[in-house]
């Protein structure tokens, strides 16, 4: 197959069309029980354990989509249907940093407050968590309260290193300015340490792994500045890069406990834990929920809120 076919089979599967076949194929099996679609099959998880907390998960049947716009392209055909398929038929979007992308909000669509499913998993109460349930220690010991510090602080230098990156993700998602590519991982861009954050892009750097179609117009993206500074970075930046910078700093964290060096540990810990069994439906267990999203699922369950 020629990469112009590939290209078109691709967008054939994100295609809002192709999901209202899968959603039809779905009802058909399940008539009478409300569908929540979600943006994507890493999504299935987390969410599943977060409805679990709020009610019983078999009362709605959870549907993968592929993308925020091939959901918010079915909310608009579906509004046109009139053959009943958007009955009892709910979304779960991503706030992004482009929110709904115009559309209006509604009772069959929830966005989340943060910036995606990742933002709500690297919050220090699931770093405490794992401390406690994984790692074994004690809270308010010297070697929890040290590592819940490092932590927050490599974080932050994170934040700081990476935020012309997001900058450039986010005048370009307001711009309607389309990448060439995927978007890379965190590890494109810094070296994540235990104790710190290695610098490792320039200019050319970011240009290449985040390159555009079109160039962006100097003027806008100052105005776009103004309104991007005012985002809560740990809440509002790109939550992908948060999620991996989680996993490698846990692995890290993990070689100091079985060989200590004394940046977190003086001593070597007993423990088998596993940097594979970080998941996103494991870190939802331990995370806040998405604020709006309890009364969310209870109304669409038919619970009181």
């Known amino acids: 197959m020629t990469i112009s076919l590939l290209e078109e089979a691709r967008k054939a599967r994100k295609s809002p069309a192709a999901l209202k076949i899968k959603l039809s194929q779905y009802r058909s099996r399940f008539q009478e029980t409300p569908i929540l679609i979600l943006e994507g099959i890493d999504d299935i998880g ?19 989509g592929n993308g925020k716009g091939q959901l918010l392209g079915l909310r608009s055909l579906l509004e046109k249907d009139e053959t009943g398929l958007r009955d009892s038929v709910f ?3 991503d706030r992004d940093f482009d929110d709904l992308s115009g559309q209006t909000p509604g009772k069959d669509i929830f966005c989340t407050d943060r910036y995606s499913v990742e933002s709500y998993v690297i919050g220090k109460e699931v770093v405490a968590s794992l401390l406690r349930d994984e790692f074994r220690l004690e809270e308010g010991s010297p070697e929890f309260q ?21 900058l450039r993700i986010y005048c370009c998602r307001l711009s309607g300015v389309r990448f060439l590519k995927q978007i890379p991982e965190v590890r494109k861009f810094v070296k994540i340490h235990l104790d ?15 390159e555009i179609a079109s160039p962006l117009d100097e003027r806008a993206v100052e105005l776009l500045r ?20 989680l996993v490698t700093w846990i692995e890290k964290l993990s070689d100091e406990a079985r060989n200590p060096t004394g940046v977190i540990f003086q001593k070597k810990l007993g423990i088998k834990f596993s940097s ?16 709006g999203l309890q009364e969310y699922i209870k109304g669409i369950d038919g619970e009181p809120s």
């Not at 987390?46 to 709605?60: D, G, Q, V």
């Not at 040290?146 to 997001?166: F, G, H, P």
């Not at 103004?226 to 910078?245: A, E, I, Y």
């Open 91 to 93: 979304f779960v979007v």
């Open 226 to 245: 103004m309104d991007f500074d005012k985002l809560n970075p740990k809440l509002r930046h790109r939550g992908k890069f948060f999620f991996q910078f």
């Open 46 to 64: 987390p969410y599943e354990t977060w409805i679990n907390r709020i009610t019983n998960r078999s009362r709605l049947k959870l549907l993968s």
């Open 196 to 210: 710190k954050i290695d610098v490792i892009f320039c200019d050319k750097v970011i240009e290449s792994e985040l």
């Open 146 to 166: 040290n590592a819940m510090e490092v932590y927050d602080n490599v974080l932050q230098q994170l934040i700081n290193a990476i935020n012309c990156i997001n």
């Open 276 to 291: 594979s069994s970080i998941t996103l439906r494991s870190l939802a267990s331990r995370s806040e929920l998405p604020i």
